[in-house]
């Protein structure tokens, strides 16, 4: 190869996001399956993670963090996913909404809405582009529902309104489900639901929905990233459905880095 590899141009870290996302657990594994045995995985957060790239990016530094599609880097930076021969990441992973037991019995429409929210890629982007630009969260989620309410009016089809019954969704602080569930609270106000958004961890989320503690999240990330979480609550959950299809996650570099795989670490 060339004078310097990879790994000692990034002093063989990976820039990761906060421990309990699926994404690091994956990674771990990535690292062992692909015998990366110098590399470590350095855990933050999504914020810290988009951070820590921009300060490479403007200097055309290396750097490798840990990716996922939809989010708004891939507008803002020319960036790839590394190849992965191994499938350590999967294919094209879904986000799935989940609700606890009971919730079809104890908030139907709720239960119904939930189970009728469907997203495209594009429709979270706008939302996620117009925070990342500075717009406060909830008004980039009601400016998208303002522009999109034919969209909306399939979530809520068929849904009578409700008179101040409370529910509470969990998510995590990434930038796609910041996106999804401020415009989701929106939804569910307008429908009459009194909504209480609690940030929190990757793993107090699924025990949130697992122990009835929170009523649902559409944040679930399957069938890879969140695998351990749901093997670990079967039975503990509804699934409610998928609210996007073919999202990804992944290794991810700047364009102007000379590698393309995975393997390449190795080096
Ligand atoms: N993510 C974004 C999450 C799911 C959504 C890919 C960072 C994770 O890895 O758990």
New binding site residues.
Partial sequence: GTATSVGESVNYKITG??P???????TEKAIEEYELTDWDLVSGS?AAMTAALKKAYDKENPIIV???TP?WKFAKYDLKYLEDPKGVYGGE?Q?RSIGRIGLAEDLPEAHQILSQFHWTEEDMGEVMMAIQEGEKEEVAAQNWIEANEEKVAEWTAGVEKVDGDKIKLAY?A????IASHNVMKIVLEDMGYDVTLTQVE?GPMWTAVADGSADATL?A?LPI??KTYAEKFEGKFEELGVNMEG?K?GLVVPTYMDIDSIEDLKE
């Fill in positions: 996001i906060d309990g996302a699926g994404i690091m657990e994956t999504g840990t990716g996922w989010h992973e986000i995590v990434w930038d796609s489900e990757a944040a990330w990233t969140h999202v996650i």
